[in-house]
């Protein structure tokens, strides 16, 4: 995902910004976002997705833009303690380590048993991309949660 500064107007002591968004996911499919600033507030004028998503779905976009969106506008949508301000993320930090292997195993298996892309399935999860859900998964079968990929020959 990336963001930038598309252009700025500046009156009356105020200014109005409008920001760039682009999504491209592995597959393919990518959204364009025009957002504007102003007063403070961050709004989203135009919206343009390849294919078209539905309604749920840009409510979710709203969510994976939200945080690199503020950072790049310069302000913070919570805060923390009241004294140190942090973009919220889209979704909470996969966890590390076993218990992270085991989340995997457990995203593959229940995607497997509905007759969806596990691979697929552990990326939206986890939010990263299908290098690096890969490789979990691959963590997750060393570490025994998944069976091995291919039988060994003696």
């Not at 697929?120 to 998944?146: E, P, Y």
């Amino acid at each position: 995902m990336s963001v930038w500064p598309a252009w700025e107007v500046r009156e009356d002591g105020g200014a109005t910004a409008w920001f760039q968004v682009r999504l491209a996911f592995p597959d393919g499919a990518g959204v364009e976002v025009l957002a504007v600033l102003a007063d403070g507030n961050v709004s989203l004028e135009d919206v343009r997705a390849r294919p078209a998503i539905s309604l749920d779905d840009l409510t979710e976009l709203a969510d994976w833009i939200e945080g690199p969106l503020c950072e790049a506008c310069g302000i913070a949508t919570e805060t923390v303690e009241g004294e140190v301000e942090v973009a919220r993320r889209a979704r909470p930090p996969w966890p590390r380590g076993i218990q992270g292997r085991r989340l995997v195993a457990e995203e593959y298996r229940a995607a497997q048993q509905e007759g969806a892309d596990p691979v697929l399935a552990v990326m939206c999860a986890t939010g990263h991309s299908r290098r690096k859900s890969l490789r979990m998964i691959a963590q997750a079968r060393d570490a025994g949660f998944l069976t091995p990929r291919h039988a060994r020959r003696a």
